[in-house]
């Protein structure tokens, strides 16, 4: 039961009224609305769209109704297809309502009156800029139900951006019970769903800021960073890379009390995020490695700023604090984690680079939807390459690995799956070049033992046949790199330069997620303690 404010009697049906007419009675604009029927507007959804707003009206004379057959020249006019539609003060935005307001959409309608009424979008700050870079003309379709108490939640988010932007985004709000052929045309039985130009880009609830990132991406996202406007940003530690490494150091760093910061320059959780599935991290028997990614990420957000987008252009070591220059900002650190991690390996054949993207890739989980009831080669032996063949058969995809040996250096588990999903495999055998004209069509290949040469009809070429680490800046900076090239540290992830860290793929060994956090979390408590008593201060006295 619903108390009075500040006292304890319940409230009752009048106070509810009285406090919603004081609402509605301090709106300062006008809410036009046109209601378009048909026949007379006999049917449920119409005598329930005039019903409700019936009683809106009872609050506030703010609101003003026009009726409309279906068939008058307004209809067409406003190019209305479905009746009963309602279009609510067209002169300043482009909002219509598909459907009755039913059940909990009631609550939305509620939203929609005192937003027009204020003529306020309310979006946070952050919100408004990611808005701002939506420049093009973006048409939202918003499917709802009755029924579904997460509904308004989303449709308001929807109608926050089309108040803010009236001049880029137009709204249908839709009932999906009242138009079946809309929501069998959008399959958006289940609710609530957002089309934006026709492209899903929700399935769920989201957080205002989620929302409208997923609508300047024009895809679902899961997660929000908030951007940072400092041109300089001083920290005790810098992490450069937003992998299980990185984003582990900074919870550690941070809950240790040192002043952080993460860069990323591309998607925040390296390889794990296009793993497909993930079977050996502790707590998760089984769970794709984007969802994992976002649990890492949200985590680390609890903590640390995270810099996204921005790639570290130069460090200056010879300064205390060093100076690192971003391709947005300045950044002083006492110390910096490197957590850069490793790139794909590529074969280094003829055709691979001419035809990447074109058949040839490096990530099953982007591309292998791609190639579904196709044929394709995965090129590799290891985790990765069985892992990958595996989602690709999952998919749909004709998938055949070929591996250069005649053991598979995979987990016997992985291997175990692969045998059973029949995968063929095509033992001893290289791929020598990968042919086609505008996209692959045929891979020449090479068995190691016999030398003989042989072509084989493709559709593409996937290749996981390992890593190369992300060393660009260690190598600017002078540190030393072991023979396979990953960065030298001891066992307390010290490189060969006093105040510079590594952590992750980047240092070599096992390069597993439950290794990169581990030595995260090494190298973050580490760092805490050489800054109480810096080692390199200590060296210095001995000399
Ligand atoms: P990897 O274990 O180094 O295996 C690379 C594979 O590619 C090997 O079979 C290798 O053949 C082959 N290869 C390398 N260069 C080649 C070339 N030029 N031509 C043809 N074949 C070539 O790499 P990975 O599978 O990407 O795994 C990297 C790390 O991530 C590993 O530590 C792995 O355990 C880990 N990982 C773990 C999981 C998981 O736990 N779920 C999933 C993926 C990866 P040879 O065997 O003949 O050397």
């Not at 709802?144 to 985004?169: F, T």
Request: with cysteine.
């Amino acid at each position: 039961m619903q108390m009075a404010p500040g006292g304890n009697e319940p409230l009752n049906e009048e106070m509810i009224y009285q406090q919603l007419k004081a609402r509605f009675d301090q709106l300062p604009n006008d809410i036009p609305i046109y209601l378009f029927t048909q026949s007379g507007g006999a049917d449920i959804h119409t005598q329930a769209s005039r019903q409700i707003i019936r009683a809106f009206r009872e609050l506030t004379t703010k609101i003003t109704v026009r009726e409309y057959d279906i068939s008058h020249e307004m209809a067409r006019k406003w190019n209305i297809k479905f009746a009963p539609t309602m279009v609510i003060a067209p002169e300043k935005y482009n909002i219509r309502w598909i459907g009755a307001p039913l059940g909990e959409e009631a609550r939305t309608f509620m939203e929609l009156l005192v937003l027009v009424g204020n003529g306020q979008s309310g979006l946070s700050d952050q919100s408004r800029k990611v808005l701002d870079k939506v420049t093009t003309p973006v048409t939202l379709k918003v499917f709802s139900s009755a029924g579904c108490p997460y509904c308004p939640q989303q449709a308001v988010n929807a109608l926050r951006a089309a108040i803010a932007k009236p001049e880029n985004i137009s709204l249908e709000l839709i009932d999906n019970q009242a138009v079946p052929e809309l929501t069998n045309q959008y399959d958006a039985q289940s609710v609530p769903q957002v089309f934006a130009n026709d492209v899903l880009i929700a399935k769920g609830a989201q957080p205002e800021e989620v929302f409208v990132l997923s609508l300047q991406k024009m895809e679902p996202q899961t997660i929000f960073i908030p951007e940072s406007d400092a041109e300089l940003v001083e920290t005790d530690l810098l992490i450069v890379g937003g992998g299980p490494a990185g984003l582990t150091a900074a919870i550690y760093a941070v809950r240790s009390g040192l002043n952080t910061a993460l860069i990323e320059r591309n998607a925040l959780g390296g390889q794990v995020a296009t793993t497909p599935i993930v079977e050996n991290y502790p707590g998760f028997t089984s769970v794709g490695g984007k969802s994992l990614v976002d649990i890492m990420v949200s985590h680390a957000l609890q903590y640390v700023q995270i810099y996204q987008g921005e790639e570290v252009i130069k460090i200056d070591t010879q300064q205390h604090p060093m100076n690192v220059q971003t391709s947005r900002r300045k950044f002083k650190t006492k110390v910096i984690l490197l957590a850069t991690g490793a790139n794909h390996k590529h074969l280094g054949i003829p055709g691979e680079e001419r035809l990447s993207g074109r058949g040839v890739s490096y990530c099953s989980t982007c591309d292998g939807p791609l190639f579904k009831g196709k044929k394709v080669i995965m090129v590799g032996g290891g985790n990765s390459a069985v892992t990958e063949a595996l989602n690709l058969r999952h998919m749909g995809v004709d998938v055949t690995l070929v591996h250069r040996r005649d053991k598979l250096r995979a987990q016997e588990f992985l291997q175990k799956s692969m045998r059973e999903a029949a995968i063929p495999v095509l033992w001893d055998t290289e791929v020598k070049e990968i042919l086609g004209d505008e996209r692959v069509g045929k891979v020449m290949l090479v068995n190691n033992r016999t030398n003989e040469t042989s072509t084989m009809d493709t559709d593409g070429v996937f290749i996981a046949i390992g890593y190369v680490p992300a060393v660009k800046l260690a190598q600017q900076i002078g540190l030393d790199l072991d023979a396979d090239g990953y960065i030298v540290h001891d066992n307390r992830h010290r490189t060969s330069l006093p105040g510079i860290y590594t952590a992750g793929d980047v240092e070599g060994g096992y390069k597993q997620i439950i290794t990169a956090a581990g030595q995260g979390s090494e190298a973050a408590m580490s760092i805490f303690e050489d800054l109480i008593n810096p080692y390199w201060l200590r060296k210095e006295k001995a000399q």
